[in-house]
């Protein structure tokens, strides 16, 4: 797919102002990096040419004024056939006034080995990683979630109608316990490391390397690259998914799913939850945060799990800023009673000292 479509509108956005060139010194290489999809010399060109290096300016003692920039050194890669298009961006006419600095863009034709390794290198990290998340996702979810002795419902009920027992081998609290316990996500990490480590493609002098989804940069001593991918690169997440607690529904809506993202930052990889991926009993954590759940709605499971896991507060649903003070304390939300008012309180759900999730249930 040619990138010209999906890239323009993207690079317009990066400024010289967000991707500067690097301080360095006389004899250092850095090169501004930019992979695009299967792009050609004339696409790479217009990608280049949106580089353009920062004026610095200042006015001598009679007023006249005074512009400078360092031009940047600019490689364009192409990720399906791996192609390398360098350029010059730059100013002539220094020294002179804002207005008189012409911009020019000019070809580097003799790139640098060290460069080209480095930027190999880069898509090498990147093939490497998205194939060990792939090869995590497929071990994990190969091992069978045996829940069947839970699933006594025929219904379409959830199993957190069922006694706390129950619940704290459900799958939605596997879930739970998976995504945040520290032993497991050190597991999944370390396994993804060794594959990591002994993956052929990673094999290289590359004595520093910084990836994540967009952005990355590498170096070799004194020789650097950075900056950015301009079409979405493959997927970087381990996907560890859990089966519905209903028996006969198998929606997503009650779905249990635990996703990491990977990345690296000194050429180690980083584990991390993906909030936006991941769902608790059909619920998605980000949106937990930021919007308030009905106790009514939500499987008890659910409710038990968060109430035995994290530390909460309770606040009268519609509390305004300096009305009554919120009550400490596990009070239940399973119950999914009201006040005798019918009033419900927000059970506010605390990890680490940050809001965690919100759900409108019981206030006693």
Known sequence: MKCRNIILPFVGLLSSA???TPSFAADDIYYETRICGDCNYSQALEIAKTLEPQKNCSHDDN?????YSTSNKILVVNSVTRAMYAFENGHDNQG???SDLVNYVQDIRAIPEAIKALANGVLNSYEAIHQVANELTAEINAVPQS???LLQSRQGR???DGSSSDCENSRVAKAVDT???LKSRSNVQYRAQQKFANHPAVKSGITSRTLNWRDFDAGIGTIAIGGSWLVEPKRLFI??????DVPIDDSFSNRNQVVYRLSMSNSALVLDLSEGLTYFAGYNLSQLKKSVADAAKVSVCL???FDKTFPKMLIPSGTAPGEPQPRFGNIPIASRDRGADGQSCDHRYYRMGSLFATIAGSCE
């Open 179 to 181: 995504a945040f316990s």
């Open 18 to 20: 967000i991707w500067a």
């Open 239 to 244: 996907y560890d998914k859990f089966e519905s």
């Open 96 to 98: 002179l006034s804002d």
């Open 303 to 305: 409710g038990k799990t």
């Open 158 to 160: 959830a199993l957190a």
């Open 63 to 67: 007023g006249l004024p005074s512009c």
């Open 147 to 149: 829940y069947s002795h």
